[in-house]
């Protein structure tokens, strides 16, 4: 469960203040598939920084789970995320010296320091999960882009977080591959009760979602919510 | 920690050109100061044993006044036989003296009857002698030093070749004793000795009990003390216990005695001072080399790195991890380049010596040098490099943790 509070972010552009949000209020249940649509520049990016804690509010209050994460330092905010956010990028971000498998299991190991036993088990399920297990000891760089973003699902999802964001994860990707890549989340989703937020251009996902919020220059301007 | 190594290797190995080229920089480094230690120790000791092994003993005890003017060899500022027992029962209950020995020195006229000329002669208990300075035999052509006979000389080389004297001919000493008695007695030639490097060009030696006679002593007076210690990095505690004697006051309650070392007496400790003072500037231009290539390389690595620092942030590791990553990168490029070039420095010592390196010093050559790769100096140089690695990673992987994953992110 996240809820904002009139969240307010300010840029400093040199001498001009540039503000992206204005008085955001928000608030997200656990297991909703969410997309975050706008134009270009209209301050998506920005809500989905705030909202996975990689960034803090000039003015507001920004609640996850009970937490208020704004008023975390640092090193306190990076062990939150690392418990409870998942990530995936637009452009899959892997550790290229890492393998598939030690990519998977970076966050165990590096983050929160599983034994071993525990993590093979998951890392496993998971590569099967995303289909990737025959490739588990192949390099980034010998992977398709499709099933680097796989890999990059599977090591969102490794940490079992309440919340997995997504930034145009299927920019990137052919058609096919996006909309194989679109399933896998709402299957993942719908296994795990994962709540997952996307900030996305790609009309696919958004038929998907279950809610769509729509923001112009750091408004928002709707917010609609589909039944399935 | 296992996977932070395990990563940071990764990286290295990512670059690995410029590992390569980082390590081996590293590697020259190590290689250059380390065999440029072993040299120079080799030539220092080499030189050191030659001047206290053949010549100068370890320390050596005058009467107070004699040595700054030694070059006059004064009769009036000798030891009599009361003072040297006072000597003899402190150096008897000290347990670094391996053995000493005393010498009676004069200048005299030597004549070969032709023609003549002024010599330092030194009067020598010859068995004593040998113990105490066991390169000096090695000095001595002609004759064995040990037995040098009272009535014979070792005429210094240098007069010997000048005035053309030969083994077993004649010469005569001519000596004034400090009453300004004129004596002379004929010597028979038993050999020539070698100079060292420094002092005793116009060395010669002859029985002391010679002296005692050509200058109508009545009883034995001594010039100078020569000790050997049976390990010369005692040096400073065998001279604590010489306290004692530089307490003994003359009537005019001045200090009778003089303890120098042979530091103090040899005017190539000044060269073994400058040899140490190289020795430290090129290790300060090792660190300098260490602490520029590593910080080059960590700031370039973190600058390349942007986006995936982001990344492993936004995920969740801790600035405090992501600072360990950092330097643990370069602190593995410093241990590797050690590693390296401590192995090739021993390989270099080693070649060296099958070559064998010849110098020469002084009027002496053909000395072969050995250097000696010092386990303590290969540990220091070690331990300097590594501390510099890390040192030089600090800045930047401060900078990697400091990272805004927003911004980081943001980089392509």
Known sequence: ?228 | MKNIIKISFRNLLRSGRRTVLTSSLITIGVMFVLVYAALSGSFKAYMVGQITDSMLGHIQIHKKGYVASIDNLPLDKNLNKKQIEKITGILDANPYIESYTFRLKLGAMFSNYVSSTSVRLNGIDPKRETQTLPLFSSRIDGSDASSLQEGSILVPELLAKGMDIKKDGTIVLVATNQKGSVNGLNFKVAGTVETVSGPGGRDGYIHINDVKKLLRFKELEVSEVVIRLKDVSHLQKAMKMMKPLTLFKNQKDKPMFEVHTWEQLSPFYNIVKMLNIMDISIKIILISIVLISILNVMVMSVYERIKEIGTIAAMGTTPSTITKLFLTEGLMLGIFGTIIGSILSYAVVFIINMIGITFSFGRQSGLTLNPVLNINEVLIVSVIVIIISLIASISPARKAAKLNPVDALRQN
């Open chain 1, 1 to 228: 469960m996240i809820t904002n509070e009139h969240v307010t972010k300010v840029y400093k552009m040199g001498e001009v203040d540039l503000t992206v949000i204005k008085d955001l209020n928000l608030s997200i249940g656990h297991g909703e598939f969410v997309a975050i649509v706008g134009p270009s520049g209209s301050g998506k990016s920005t809500v989905l920084n705030l909202l996975g804690c990689l960034d803090k509010p000039t003015e507001g209050k920004i609640v996850i789970d009970e937490t208020d994460v704004t008023q975390l330092d640092t090193t306190a905010l990076a062990n939150f995320r690392g418990e409870n956010i998942g990530f995936i990028f637009q452009s899959f971000n892997l550790i290229p010296v890492l393998s598939v498998y030690e990519n998977i299991e970076y966050p165990l190991i590096m983050i929160q320091n599983l034994p071993q036993e525990e993590r093979h088990e998951r890392i496993m399920k998971l590569l099967d999960d995303v289909d990737m297990l025959d490739q588990k000891d192949k390099f980034p760089d010998q992977l398709s882009g499709g099933q680097r973003q796989r890999v990059a699902i599977a090591r969102a999802l490794v940490t079992n977080p309440k919340i997995v964001f997504a930034d145009e994860p299927t920019a990137n990707l052919d058609t096919k591959t996006s909309n194989q890549i679109i399933t896998l989340m709402r299957n993942i989703q719908q296994e795990f009760n994962t709540t997952f937020i996307f900030a996305t251009h790609d009309e696919k996902i958004v038929t998907e979602a279950d809610r769509i919020i729509t923001i112009v220059d750091g408004v928002i301007t709707d917010d609609k919510r589909i039944a399935s």
